[in-house]
């Protein structure tokens, strides 16, 4: 069974930028999946941020993050990455990695089975 692990997570400045990443591990992650980054603020539904196919035939972003995050995939450290830029304090949240053996693009949360522990991102203003 797929294993994701998160790491990258911090804090930074409003602004700046970071970093996360998401190992897979316990399966191999193959051009059938769709990984995805999510993240969950204190008190709110967790938020679909962006999808990649592993095959990297076509990504997916929500608006309030499109133009700012980057997600991208590594095949030699089977990793999916989000490089974060401009960080605003309403940035502030848990991020998690997901993955689902499903070849299109989606955004539900429950789409995906696979779940990473999650990593936190704090933005400082």
């Known amino acids: 069974q797929l294993q994701l692990v998160e790491s990258g997570g911090g804090l930074v400045q409003a602004g700046g930028s970071l970093r996360l990443s998401c190992a897979g591990s316990?399966?191999?992650?193959?051009?059938?999946?769709?990984l995805a980054w999510f993240r969950q603020a204190p008190g709110k539904e967790r938020e679909f941020l962006a999808s990649?196919?592993?095959?990297?035939?076509?990504?997916d972003y929500a608006g309030s993050v499109k133009g700012r995050f980057t997600i991208s995939r590594d095949y030699a450290k089977h990793t999916v990455d989000l490089k974060m830029n401009s960080l605003k304090p309403e940035d502030t949240a848990i991020y998690y990695c997901?993955?689902?053996?499903?070849?299109?693009?989606?955004?539900?949360?429950?789409?995906?089975?696979?779940w990473g522990q999650g990593t936190q991102v704090t933005v400082s203003s």
């Open positions: 997901a993955g689902a053996e499903i070849p299109v693009p989606v955004r539900g949360s429950k789409d995906y089975p696979y």
């Open positions: 316990g399966g191999r992650i193959g051009n059938w999946y769709t």
């Open positions: 990649i196919r592993w095959s990297g035939e076509s990504t």
